[in-house]
């Protein structure tokens, strides 16, 4: 059984209000917190080995500790939970069901940035969760652990819900912060980067959902503590949201030491591919994150178990690897169409792209197009090529990663499902009536680097 920090009173009945998570042990983090300096508690975030739990998974203490602090100019924190990466709903469910457990942490969070004023940006789509926040932060208030003077230590905190506009391009940070100023959401140039220049140039950090609400537990358990759960680099636990042909989709916090065979197949996680099926390929971490075949998600290209931590699920690099990412663990059995699956990942970036850069904007739709030929049975060999060259050319050439998260999918989808493109383009009409089906993926066989 897995240590849990942020789910370990998820089940309790009415743990949403601020009477109950209390009754639990609530804000006494944040009580512990305030009583310590801003630097102590960046001491602690720094020793618990945090990584930002978003996708890039970079080191939170250090993203905080480049944290401008000019003379006289406020300084915010913005939670980024514009969760809108295909296959993630972790945040979402954080949100719905522990929001306490968010506003504690951004209370502490807030404190140690110097933040008096801090932000939520919401995902659009989720237009029932703002009234819990929003009831949340007004229990907390109540309670004296917000607005003026909080606990008597003479630090001052408000806590504001933004909505965003239902686009994807809101969850890159800087034009959440575009957005969040009431402009279009589109990517700003860096640097210089929020830290020092952010919302309405103030310096600002971003963080995940999950990011946030880790900090309590980090205060509570101290951050060495922290770091003694997980393994090497990846300290903690880590929230995973599993859907697809799986018999148990949900949110499952883990300790990253687990294998991503223990996580598919045990009934303490996924219970195994729904319907007695056979396991094809996997994306796990969220959309845009390279898939992966069977054969190469279990094992490393050396045989070694795959673990359900950054640096296992990294081990290859492209070649043969993929990221751990958000966490959206996306499942696919034997039934499923890799064609179908990457045409549709194409579609969603196309249709999200901001426009601002030429590769991204016209890239994404060119390849979406092509996909959607060879779906339809009207593809051509020198498509499954072409698709290559787009893709390559679309990589590190933005200034957002929105155009890296475009084709990484298609770039992987070609270099490990190659033969099943060309299934498509050979049988026409077949490929309209039938799927591939399984092929070689699930066999334990070297993977091989194609198009390098």
Known sequence: MSKKLLLKDAHIEGIRYFETYRKQGGYG??????????????????????????????????????????????????????????????????????????IEGM?????????????????????????????????????????????????????????????????????????????????????????????????????????????VPIIDITGAEYAKIGVGRSTGTKLISACGNINKPGVYEIDMTITVEEFIYSDEYCGGIANGKK???????????????????????????????????????????????????????????????????????????CGQCTPCREGTGWMHKILKKIEKGEGKMEDIDLLWDIQRKIEGNTICPLGDAAAWPVAAAIRHFRDEFEWHVKNPELSQTQNYGLANYADPIPAVEKNA
Not at 167 to 194: D, H, M, Q, V, W
Not at 340 to 347: D, I, K, V
């Open 29 to 102: 983090a944040a009580e512990k917190a305030l009583k310590m300096t801003p630097d102590e508690i960046l001491e602690e975030v720094k020793a618990s080995g945090l990584r930002g739990r978003g996708g890039a998974g970079f080191p939170t203490g250090m993203k905080w500790s480049f944290l401008a602090k000019p003379e006289g100019v406020p300084r915010h924190l913005v939670v980024n939970a514009d969760e809108s990466e295909p296959g993630t709903f972790k945040d979402r469910y954080l949100m719905e069901f522990l929001p306490h457990l968010l």
């Open 279 to 353: 396991l094809k390929a996997c994306v796990p971490g969220g959309s845009s994150v390279p898939i992966v075949p069977a054969n190469l998600l279990l094992k490393t290209v050396n045989g070694e178990p795959r673990y359900m931590n950054y640096e296992s699920l990294a081990d290859g690099g492209f070649a043969t690897g993929t990221m751990m990412g958000s966490g959206g663990f996306i499942v696919l059995d034997e039934d499923q169409c890799i064609v179908e699956h990457t045409m549709t990942l194409a579609r969603f970036y196309h249709h999200e792209s």
């Open 107 to 215: 209370l502490i969070s807030s404190y140690c940035l110097g933040s008096n004023v801090s932000y939520i940006y919401i995902r659009g789509e989720y237009s029932w969760i703002p009234d819990i926040l929003e009831e949340a932060i007004e229990e907390a208030k109540a309670a004296g652990f917000l607005g003026k003077n909080i606990m008597g230590t003479g630090f001052d905190c408000e806590i504001y819900v933004q909505r965003g506009g239902g686009a994807y391009i809101c969850g890159e940070e800087t034009a959440l912060l575009e957005s969040l100023e009431g402009k279009r959401g589109n990517p700003r140039l860096k640097p210089p980067f929020p830290a020092v220049k952010g919302l309405w140039e103030r310096p600002t950090v971003v963080n995940n959902v999950e990011s946030i609400a880790a900090i």
